[in-house]
C-alpha cells in the first residue's frame, strides 16, 4: 500500500522510540516498527493503531544483518517509499575497564554503531527518491550525552555513542547536498526502562521525558530544506556539560 510519507523506526517498543512513533504517525506518517522482544512489540503496535495510525512491525535483532535488510525490504514492499529514519535500538551495559567483557563490547559496536551503518546503506535508494521530491529526507540518530563527554564505567557505549555523532556529521557531508540531512540525539537520562539502573539515583520525576526528545523530531520535520540540525543535546537543570 503506498503512503504519501512513511518512516522506519528502530527501538520502537518503548521509550523514545515509541515516543518518536507517536509523533510521526501524528504527523502523517505510515510507519514500520522494529525492536527485538515480540511481546513488547506487539503492545507498542497496538497503542500506535489504536491513536489510528498505519503501521507494519517487525520483531529483529539489529545487530544481525539479515535483519536489517528484512526490516528495510518489508518497509519497501509494504509502503514504497521513505522519509524518515529513525536509528534509535541501543544497548548500554556498563563495566569496569578491568571487567569488561568481549561479547559485551560487540554487542554494544553492532547495535549501536554498526547497525546504522548498514540502516543508512540500505535505506539510502529510497532516501535519496524522497529527497528529489521534497530535499528534506531526514535521519535521525541517537546518540546519547555520553557521545558528547565519556563516562566511566560505560565507557564502551560512551565510545559508540561519540561514533554515532562522528557518523552523522560524516553523512551531512555526503548526503546533505542530495537533500539527505541527518541530526544526532544527544539526551542526558531519560525516563526509560534503559535508565531503570539510574532511578535510586535520579528519580524518574526528575528524569527528561520520552515526549520531549520526541518533539524535536517534530521540529526536525518543520525546518526548511536550507537547514540541517546535526545534533541535539538534552540535558537536566542543574547539569554541567
Known amino acids: 500500500m503506498a503512503a504519501d510519507r512513511a518512516a522506519i523506526v528502530t527501538g520502537a517498543s518503548s521509550g523514545i522510540g515509541l515516543a518518536i512513533a507517536k509523533v510521526l504517525g501524528e504527523e502523517g506518517f505510515a510507519l514500520t516498527v522494529a525492536s527485538r522482544r515480540p511481546e513488547k512489540l506487539e503492545a507498542a503496535v497496538a497503542e500506535l493503531r489504536d491513536l489510528g495510525h498505519d503501521v507494519e512491525s517487525l520483531a529483529v535483532n539489529v545487530a544481525d544483518e539479515a535483519d536489517i535488510k528484512k526490516v528495510v525490504d518489508t518497509h519497501r514492499e509494504r509502503y514504497g517509499r521513505l522519509d524518515v529514519l529513525v536509528n534509535n535500538a541501543g544497548v548500554g551495559i556498563g563495566a569496569p575497564v578491568a571487567e569488561i567483557q568481549t561479547k559485551h563490547i560487540d554487542m554494544q559496536l553492532a547495535i549501536n ?13 529510497m532516501l535519496r527518491e524522497a529527497a528529489g521530491e521534497h530535499k528534506n529526507a531526514i535521519v535521525v540518530n541517537t546518540s546519547s550525552i555520553s557521545g558528547k563527554r565519556g563516562e566511566a564505567w560505560l565507557s564502551v557505549y560512551s565510545a559508540t555513542k561519540h561514533a554515532v555523532v562522528g557518523w552523522t556529521e560524516a553523512m551531512n557531508k555526503e548526503l546533505s547536498a542530495d537533500g539527505i540531512k541527518s541530526t544526532a540525539l544527544c539526551p542526558a537520562f531519560v525516563d526509560t526502562p534503559m535508565t531503570d539502573f539510574v532511578k535510586e539515583h535520579v528519580p524518574a520525576g526528575e528524569m527528561i521525558r520520552p515526549e520531549d526528545i520526541a518533539e524535536s523530531v517534530r521540529f526536525l520535520l518543520r525546518v526548511s530544506p536550507a537547514c540541517i540540525v546535526p545534533e541535539i543535546m538534552f540535558i537536566r537543570p542543574g547539569d554541567a556539560l
Not at 554503531?113 to 535508494?125: D, G
Open 113 to 125: 554503531l554498526r547497525s546504522i551503518v548498514l540502516f543508512y546503506r540500505e535505506c539510502t535508494p
